[in-house]
Structure formats: structure tokens, C-alpha cells
């Protein structure tokens, strides 16, 4: 029974480790930068959205502009893949253990 756990182990830190890279590349964006309320407007916001982002970096916070595919692609938390990877993963573990 214990090998059967360990294999499982040693199962899901296998797919972890392939699958990790490609989740880190679908993260990546350009530096934070600080953006004037004119270069704001000249991306495409409206007023108050130019408005609420330079209070917002006063705050503290970084703005970051987005291409139109990385915008459509981001998604914070846990994305549909990671889901189907732990859940997957827990199946394994399930059926090993149930099985041992």
C-alpha cells in the first residue's frame, strides 16, 4: 500500500513539473511602469476609467496595458487547466489509495 501511495506521489509531482512551465508563460506581460493620465486616455480609456487608474497608482498600485490577446487570455486565480490538472490528480490519488 505504501508503494502505491508513493507511486502516486511520484506520479503527480511528474505532471506538476511538466505542466508548470507552460502556466508560467501564459503570465507573462510587460513591466509595471507609472503612466500619465494623457498616455492612459492614448491607450483607449475613457475619462473616468483614466481617472480611477492614476488614483489608483497614487495608491500604490501598478498598471500594466495589455494587448488585446493577453487581456482575453488573462484570468486570475486558478485557471479551467490547473482545475482539470487537480482534479485529475485527485482522481489518482483517490483510486490509489482505494485500491491499496
Known amino acids: 500500500m505504501i508503494n502505491r501511495i508513493a507511486a502516486a506521489a511520484a506520479l503527480s509531482l511528474a505532471l506538476t513539473s511538466v505542466a508548470a512551465p507552460a502556466f508560467a508563460d501564459e503570465f507573462r506581460t510587460a513591466a509595471p511602469q507609472t503612466f500619465s493620465a494623457s498616455e492612459l486616455q492614448a491607450y483607449g480609456l475613457d475619462a473616468s476609467a483614466t481617472q480611477r487608474a492614476v488614483e489608483l497608482q497614487q495608491q500604490g498600485y501598478e498598471v500594466r496595458v495589455l494587448s488585446e490577446e493577453e487581456a482575453a487570455q488573462y484570468q486570475a486565480g486558478i485557471t479551467d487547466n490547473q ?6 490528480l485527485a482522481g489518482v490519488v483517490i483510486i490509489a489509495v482505494a485500491v491499496g
Do not use: E
Not at 482545475?83 to 485529475?88: C, V, Y
Open 83 to 88: 482545475w482539470l490538472l487537480l482534479g485529475i
